[in-house]
């Protein structure tokens, strides 16, 4: 129905949630946090798209984990 989805972060960079639910065959739910730099784009297809759920969540600040370093991103 929409095709592609893709979030277009302009000045802040951010971490994107993917959620898989468990299923038959896979019973362990899964859990995914992908840290999307500024002036980055993420194209959604495949599983990513329609079968794991993504979002991002409402909070003040990402801690996101760059070159050895753990760095405090405020959004």
Do not use: N
Not at 24 to 42: C, D, K, N
């Amino acid at each position: 129905k929409w095709g592609l989805r893709s979030p277009a972060l302009l000045l802040l960079g951010i971490v994107m949630d993917f959620r898989r639910p468990s299923t038959s065959s896979e019973p362990q739910a899964s859990h995914r946090a992908h840290w999307l730099p500024p002036r980055s784009i993420a194209l959604l297809t495949g599983e990513a798209r329609y079968v794991w759920t993504h979002g991002i969540a409402s909070r003040k600040s990402d801690k996101v984990r760059q070159k050895g370093h753990w760095k405090l991103w405020h959004r």
